[in-house]
């Protein structure tokens, strides 16, 4: 047991010091050359998870909350209350926050943080979520189901708080959207190749904003900056399966993000309480 102690201390004390490589070959993490010579044979996809049905994670700790923004806890980056989004023409209120976290043999670290906005009249459209404590929203998946179908506008900020690069992150919304998707269409790869094509090619460095937004009329907007919130957006993805599928990765049995889905089943609980 001491040998292994001292084993993990050491790891840990080496990843300041080197590099895992991506799926692109770029360095995504600084490790130490010991450190990295353990990991050449794990593939570190960013999003994926395991497939087995998701199981919630203890109650993470409460985001702490001002009247203008929240903090999310796991990695302190704060989400404003409301705000506009690129190409929706109302503003969207948060109703949860969290991280996706990939751990590296031992090491927990966090890519980045995330916050989920709607329109507020979500509260006129689903008579399934009045008077449903967040347990209950957590564990029905159709609840969900009914979140991504009703006819408002949705989107999730990603904030990175990593640097990586286009390629690796295309990479990881790839591995959850493709398996989701059964039999491809010719418009599914169509769109598959749009949204990869927006992320390819760029550099996304710490702080960098991503917008994933699902329209009312299931089209999904993607809007991406490095230098502050994003103004307009840079690709339209036009296959109600990617966008389902997408959705699904975040908010169906096996979220890529399980602190996000539980801190969005509490926002809905009470905005339906």
């Not at 010991?34 to 993470?60: A, D, Q, V």
């Not at 209350?81 to 209120?93: H, I, M, Y």
């Not at 969290?98 to 329109?119: D, Q, S």
């Not at 169509?190 to 299931?218: C, E, K, V």
Request: glycine share 6%.
């Amino acid at each position: 047991m001491a040998a292994a102690v001292s084993i993990a201390s050491s790891w840990a004390f080496q990843l300041s010091f080197a590099t895992i490589p991506n799926h692109s070959g770029s360095p995504l993490l600084k490790l130490s050359p010991n450190f990295s010579s353990n990991l050449r044979r794990l593939s570190l996809p960013l999003l994926s998870c395991n497939p087995t049905k998701f199981r919630h994670p203890l109650p993470p700790k409460a985001s702490v909350e001002s009247l203008e923004y929240v903090i999310e806890p796991g990695t302190k980056v704060k989400f404003p209350k409301d705000l506009n989004v690129p190409g929706c023409t109302e503003s969207l209120v948060l109703l949860g926050t969290g991280f996706r976290e990939k751990t590296f043999a031992i090491i927990g670290v966090k890519v980045y943080a995330a916050g989920f906005y709607t329109k507020s009249s979500i509260k006129l459209t689903l008579d399934a979520l009045k008077g449903k404590p967040a347990d209950a929203v957590l564990e029905d998946s159709s609840l969900f189901k009914s979140v991504y179908q009703a006819p408002l506008d949705k989107s999730l900020w990603i904030i990175l708080v990593r640097h990586v690069d286009g390629q690796t992150f295309w990479n990881a919304l790839n591995d959850v959207i493709s398996p989701r998707i059964k039999k491809p269409t010719a418009v599914d790869e169509s769109a598959l190749s749009t949204f990869r094509n927006t992320f390819q090619g760029r550099d996304l460095m710490q702080g960098t904003s991503i917008f994933l937004t699902w329209t009312q009329h299931s089209n999904m907007l993607v809007s991406i900056s490095s230098d502050g919130f994003p103004t307009e957006v840079d690709a339209k993805i036009e296959s109600p399966n990617v966008s389902s599928a997408l959705f699904d990765a975040f908010f169906g049995d096996s979220p890529v993000s399980p602190t996000l889905k539980v801190s969005v089943a509490d926002g809905l609980a009470k905005n339906f309480s």
